[in-house]
């Protein structure tokens, strides 16, 4: 009996623990919030009387962010002295960028912060002087410098890069700190074998191009977006960046012929291959290629022939990349040629105001478009390949207009403004308050303007019903203080309008009833901020609504919200949208470290995640973890699956197999092009925009053949469409209707 007393005294005790400390768990916890918020606010004042009531000074938010990553990011001097003198980790790394609170600081040009944090022991003092040579800042150089200890290679790169840029100051205050130029090899190469070796290399597997040049006898290394280097030869098949060390290159022979190099720095290894880029004649064909390139004439030339007796399809472009997103549109014949400067082949042109990435839909005679119009006349557009995180500042009042165009003639038929105000939620430099495309079924159009709601007009103009959504910010998965805007797009499928909202609070998927707005169903997602729009696949069996995500790619019953299917493995953001060809569903995402390509059997159940670094199983016909694009949504064509990377890099593969077929530049190497915009197709012809406003032409197959480059003239970060052989391209202040 006693025994049995002890026993049932103490699971009351541990009960009565539990019980209490429930409370103070989630107490530590919203102090913990507090702390974060109040670090990236730089309220040096609240962040220590949260310490004071105990909050945990190295408490790791998201991928093990503390207080101080966030302080040192902003540049929050003041809060980062309160923290260190709270007993912070002055180099804890986070898990995804592995990077600890000094980096943070120099990254963004914090000298203070960074000669702070230099004094108090941190690491890093050679992140902070190559940051400082990088952005001219010889504060940050010389705070680097008189921690002391710099190793020599590092003071080398850094007066390498320094004399490039020809930083004058910076580089005497290298020079004085013992910097001296690299040592360069004495050997004598033989000329003939320098020029041998000039060409340019490729590696496939990292989507990296190498030029190499004979410049007034020196031996001359190029990656495009990188300063050149100097390549000193060590003997006849060795080389060593003198710019720079650690950087080492070996040349790989057959022959007389030049087969490849290996790039060896920081105990990795690549190897290029070189391209050939000699005109030779062309050989005779084989018997089973000739009936290869048959067959696939042959496919194509079917696809097409059912495309123009499908006169809807043809004359329709309900939604984003039209029906379903595949972004095909074949029996339209479509101009190959334009200029829109000289007018060449343009119908119309309409100048719409404001700013807007949403892309043109088209039902019947009308061509529909969204656009917010700031007060603010200095608030600009910033394009072009770049990794900044800050939001733009512009929140000032806007405008959120809707117009109807008539479609032969560009024609403005009616004009609405759904909403006036200031934006609830900040947008990205490169993005606006309008990304989100709307969506028709020929009697409803649909458009979501972010958390400045939902609405639904006929197509005479007329609002029949809005719905508020809440606060839709997809911002920086890393920091939730770095808002975005909304970019996923509105999709209508039977009676009901979904949407995915995948933002840094409450993250959720749901169906509204197209007729009234009332809500049908909501499934919430567990999930960080993303850009993907969801997909409709209609099987034979059954129908499947398909979302890209981070944690998991997931398949859905649209008509219930009910989850059939998921799918992890996948990167930080995901923007590409979901589409189907070949009953494969193709998911791809192009952020670093992981860029993946599935193709995903329809019809999956249950958990379908690959195992063991497997690349198929029985619901993946393939897979890929490396060449998914960042911003622009791949397209099947044929039996071809084409992805264009941000900088332009096109790769083609077997979309049943995943072969790699060919990779190209479009145009050409070191052009400087970024692309946003999703490619197009129709009638053997693949159409490629880019942010500059050239929207390439390339002929649908296994080898690449650009037909023609054509000039809008001005920014460009909408998805064309295609219509009764015409296309329709949105710029930054007009639409286009081109065609012959």
């Not at 490849?260 to 291959?273: C, E, I, N, P």
């Not at 019903?465 to 606060?471: I, T």
Request: with cysteine; proline share 5%.
């Amino acid at each position: 009996m006693k025994n049995r007393h002890e026993i049932v005294t103490r699971l009351f005790a541990y009960l009565v623990i539990l019980i209490v400390g429930l409370p103070f768990a989630g107490l530590a916890q919203d102090l913990n919030d507090e702390l974060w918020a109040a670090a990236r606010k730089g309220d040096a004042a609240a962040v220590k009387t949260l310490l004071a009531k105990g909050a945990d000074v190295n408490a790791k938010f998201r991928y093990n962010a503390t207080a101080l990553s966030y302080a040192a990011d902003r540049g929050h001097l003041e809060v980062v002295k309160v923290l260190v003198e709270h007993g912070a980790e002055l180099n804890i790394k986070d898990t995804f960028y592995n990077s600890p609170p000094l980096s943070w600081a120099a990254y963004n040009g914090h000298t203070e912060v960074v000669k702070f944090l230099l004094e108090k022991g941190a690491e890093g003092k050679e992140t902070a002087l190559m940051s400082g040579v990088q952005n001219g800042n010889l504060a940050m150089v010389n705070a680097a410098l008189a921690v002391g200890g710099m190793k020599e290679e590092t003071l080398t790169s850094a007066l390498a890069r320094a004399t490039q840029g020809n930083k004058t100051e910076i580089v005497e205050a290298l020079k004085k700190a013992g910097a001296v130029p690299a040592k360069v090899p004495d050997f004598k190469i033989d000329p003939a074998l320098l020029q041998n070796y000039a060409g340019r290399y490729k590696n496939d597997e990292i989507g990296m191009e190498m030029t190499f040049t004979v410049q007034n006898d020196k031996f001359i290394g190029t990656v495009s977006g990188q300063p050149p280097l100097t390549y000193a030869p060590v003997d006849n098949n060795n080389f060593k960046a003198v710019e720079f060390t650690g950087i080492d290159i070996a040349f790989n022979s057959t022959g007389n012929q030049v087969t490849d190099f290996t790039l060896k720095q920081g105990g990795r290894s690549f190897v290029f291959k070189k391209v050939k880029t000699e005109e030779k004649p062309a050989e005779p064909k084989s018997a089973e290629a000739e009936k290869k390139e048959t067959k696939v004439e042959t496919a194509m030339a079917a696809t097409a022939s059912k495309a123009k007796k499908n006169g809807v399809a043809a004359k329709n472009w309900p939604s984003f990349r039209g029906m379903f997103a595949t972004g095909v549109a074949d029996g339209q014949n479509p101009p190959t040629t334009w200029n829109a400067e000289k007018s060449l082949n343009i119908k119309w042109k309409t100048p719409i105001p404001g700013m807007a990435h949403s892309s043109p839909v088209i039902w019947g005679n009308r061509v529909f478009v969204t656009t917010v119009v700031t007060s603010d006349t200095s608030s600009k557009l910033r394009v072009g390949l770049y990794g900044d995180v800050a939001p733009d500042k512009d929140l000032s009042k806007h405008t959120w207009k809707v117009y109807g165009l008539d479609k032969k003639s560009g024609k403005i038929v009616w004009e609405r403004t759904a909403y006036e105000g200031i934006p609830k939620v900040k947008r990205h430099t490169k993005a606006t308050q309008a990304n989100s495309t709307p969506a028709t079924d020929g009697k409803h159009l649909v458009m979501l303007f972010g958390a400045e709601g939902l609405y639904c007009y006929d197509l005479d103009g007329k609002q029949l019903w809005k719905k508020d959504l809440g606060m839709l910010d997809s911002g920086w998965f890393y920091d939730p203080d770095y808002q975005w805007g909304h970019g996923s797009s509105p999709i209508i499928y039977k009676n009901l309008v979904i949407v995915q909202c995948d933002i840094q609070k409450n993250p959720f998927i749901a169906a509204y009833n197209i007729k009234d707005g009332k809500q049908a169903w909501l499934t919430p997602r567990d999930e960080i901020p993303s850009w993907g729009t969801p997909t409709i696949h209609e099987g034979k069996a059954r129908p499947e609504l398909i979302t890209n995500g981070t944690k998991h790619i997931r398949g859905y019953d649209p008509l219930t919200g009910k989850e059939l299917w998921k799918l992890a493995g996948n990167s930080e953001i995901t923007t590409p949208t979901p589409f189907v060809a070949h009953d494969l569903i193709f998911v791809t995402s192009g952020y670093r470290p992981i860029q993946p390509i599935y193709a995903i059997r329809t019809g999956a159940t249950g958990d379908i995640s690959l195992k063991d670094k497997a690349e198929s199983n029985e619901h993946i016909a393939w897979s890929k973890q490396r060449g998914g694009p960042y911003m622009p949504t791949p397209i099947v064509y044929g039996d071809y699956l084409y992805t264009c990377a941000n900088n332009g890099t096109l790769t083609c593969y077997n979309a049943k197999t995943g072969e790699q077929i060919f990779r190209e530049r479009l145009g050409g190497k070191g052009n400087g092009y970024a692309f946003t915009a999703s490619p197009i197709a129709a009638d053997d012809k693949l159409y490629f925009t880019s942010e500059d406003g050239e929207i390439f032409v390339v002929k649908a197959g296994p080898g690449y053949e650009l037909l023609a480059t054509n000039s809008m003239s001005e920014v460009c970060m909408a998805t064309p469409a295609i219509s009764e052989g015409m296309i329709f391209v949105r710029t930054q202040g007009h639409v286009y209707g081109i065609g012959e």
